[in-house]
């Protein structure tokens, strides 16, 4: 290997504020590396106009006017979340040729901020997945094993900071998409509560689920990262009002008197990789000799947790996908005798299979006659999964939980699989569907490849969650890890 | 007992405006009953009396000020058109009859 692995944001920052290296040098090592490493995490470059923006960040510096702790840091952004001028196209043909005519509220305020953006990072087609297979230019390999997915959606964020191409980028989680891959590529991801970042600028998929958030190497750079972009926003009405804390600030190491909830339903042995699960009850013992409390919890109606988001998701996406019709924007066919006929061909051979499923199963529950029995139905039981959480954290600070229920599986091995693909979810859409915030942090690995613990706060509770996580990893190393064939 | 047929994978693709070959839409058709097959565990679950969760957070509707603001200009929402004229995007013609 010629290029070596980019240090976490904290130690960057070191260095630059000690002038032993700058954000160009920065930038060039992690283009570098994005390249020689050749894992698809990237899905383009934008070389040049980085260069000019480290510069300028350089200068900045130069001249005593730093505008942050990112700022002349490298970053990526997952290919759904829109820059201005640059192209967007959720891994998708249909967006081919698309750029975008403003910035997402969270690339504003990263690039306020002063953070270098290297380029856009693969995902599942319209965020619709969990292996990053399902992207229309084919998958992101996993760093810890290249003949592995990296999860998904947002897999080449996770792969690009597993690999030290960047030491922050950010995805998108609508029912898992953040931490199931910082779990597979032993990273820290983390979903912040529904609102607390606006989605202005992010392409919906599920406009009551989906949240941008950070991927990192630490819980504190998760919680930069997350502090930038967080806070209310005129252009998104469900952004929360609420101010921003200093999560960095409260990231004392202290879980002494924490009461943290082990649902019961979270920890049988049926459908759990051994290894795994034995990984994510070493990191609760870890907690509890750090001074944490646990106990036992229940969330009765977790079997239902998938059957209700691919309901509720899958029906939301089908109503926003339905303005890509190749009138405004994206690709169009080329070939159509009439209106409705462009319509269906630029549709037909725009969207990959995946999507297509997910559009026809919306559509069906949404229909006249299907409507009650499946999306209401659906609705319904989400109540019923927000009060399991809601009941569960009137007597716990947290919850403590696998990530994902097995290490990263080899590529091709799900993709003719959709259910089998689903459950890959389990752990995480009932926070999703009740608006909760998660982290994944790694946490051991099984079969020599990384395992995530899973921590849940109530809707706000972002500040105890990285609190909780932050401790964790100064007690432990597995988020120090490297995978040996990039490092 | 399948829980979708064929018939029915095609009008919804119709409703979606997708076309499906033939081989695709015998291929969805099973697909779709297993997930469904699936996804009727939530028959089992009593529900009677339960609201409907649409959003998972109260909606409040913030106001702002009733003042112009600038939005996206028109040449740069014309820029992604696959066909464009004047301030218009253009399609096929819908309307029957006339002139084109």
Not at chain 1, 93 to 122: C, F, H, K, M, W
Not at chain 1, 263 to 271: D, Q, S
Request: glycine share 10%.
């Amino acid at each position: 290997m010629a290029t070596t692995p980019l240090g976490t944001v904290s130690e960057l920052r070191s260095a630059l504020d000690a002038g032993e290296t700058t954000s160009v040098a920065l930038l060039e090592q992690s283009l570098a590396r994005a390249v020689e490493l050749d894992l698809h995490a990237m899905l383009q470059l934008r070389a040049d106009a980085a260069r000019a923006e480290a510069r300028a960040a350089d200068e900045r510096r130069a001249a005593g006017d730093v505008r942050s702790p990112l700022d002349g840091i490298p970053i990526a952004l997952k290919d759904n979340i829109s820059q201005d001028g640059e192209p967007c196209g959720c891994a998708s043909r249909i967006l081919e040729g698309y750029v975008s005519p403003y910035d997402a509220t969270a690339s504003a305020r990263l690039r306020e901020a002063g953070a270098v953006v290297i380029g856009r990072t693969n995902m599942d087609e319209f965020a619709m997945g969990s292996s990053t297979e399902h992207s229309a230019y084919g998958p992101t390999r996993n760093p810890w094993d290249r003949e592995r997915a990296p999860g998904g959606s947002s897999g080449g964020s996770a792969a690009a900071v597993a690999a030290g191409i960047v030491p922050l980028a950010f995805g998108s989680d609508t029912g898992g998409s953040i931490r199931q891959p910082a779990a597979l590529c032993g990273v820290v991801g983390v979903k912040p509560s529904y609102g607390r970042v606006s989605r202005y600028g992010l392409v919906a998929f599920a406009s009551s689920l989906d949240q941008i958030g950070p991927l990192a190497r630490t819980s504190a750079d998760a919680a930069l990262g997350l502090e930038v972009v967080a806070g209310p926003d005129p252009r998104d009405s469900t952004a929360l009002p609420d101010p921003v804390p200093r999560y960095r600030d409260g990231l004392d190491g202290d879980v002494s008197g924490l009461v943290i909830g082990l649902p019961r339903e979270y920890f049988v042995e049926e459908g759990v990789d051994p290894g795994a699960l034995a990984c994510v009850r070493a990191a609760v013992a870890e907690l509890e000799a750090a001074g944490a409390k646990t106990r036992e919890v229940s969330l009765p109606h977790t079997q239902f947790a998938i059957a209700t988001y691919y309901l509720v998701a899958n029906a939301e996406a089908s109503s926003n996908l339905s303005r890509f019709d190749g009138v405004r924007y994206g690709r169009r066919a080329p070939e159509f005798a009439d209106l409705s006929e462009l319509y269906r061909r630029t549709r037909s051979e725009g969207f990959g299979a995946e999507v297509k499923r997910r559009i026809l199963l919306g559509t069906y529950v949404l229909s006249a006659g299907y409507y009650d029995a499946y999306y209401r139905k659906a609705q319904q039981v989400r109540t019923l999964i927000r009060r399991d959480l809601e009941s569960a954290f009137s007597g716990c600070d947290l919850l403590a939980t696998p990530t994902a229920p097995d290490p990263a599986f080899r590529i091709g091995e799900r993709s003719g699989d959709p259910l089998r693909m689903y459950l890959s979810d389990v752990y995480t859409v009932s926070a999703s569907l009740a608006g909760a915030a998660g982290v994944s942090t790694p946490c051991g690995f099984a079969g020599g490849l990384p395992v995530g613990l899973q921590l849940l706060a109530p809707p706000l509770g972002e500040a105890v969650m990285l609190r909780a996580a932050d401790a964790y990893e100064r007690r432990t190393e597995w988020h120090a890890r490297r995978p040996p064939e990039v490092s | 007992m399948s829980r979708i047929t064929r018939v029915e994978v095609e009008r919804m693709a119709g409703l979606a405006r997708l076309s499906l070959a033939d081989e695709e839409a015998e291929r969805l058709t099973g697909e779709l009953d297993t997930i469904l097959d699936y996804v009727d565990a939530l028959a089992r679950v009593d529900t009677v009396g339960v609201e409907p969760t649409a959003h998972p957070m109260p909606l409040a509707t913030p106001l702002r000020q009733d003042r112009a603001e600038p939005g996206l200009a028109p040449d740069a929402a014309l820029r992604n058109a696959p066909d464009a004229a004047g301030t218009t995007f253009r399609v096929p013609k819908v309307i029957e009859g006339g002139e084109a």
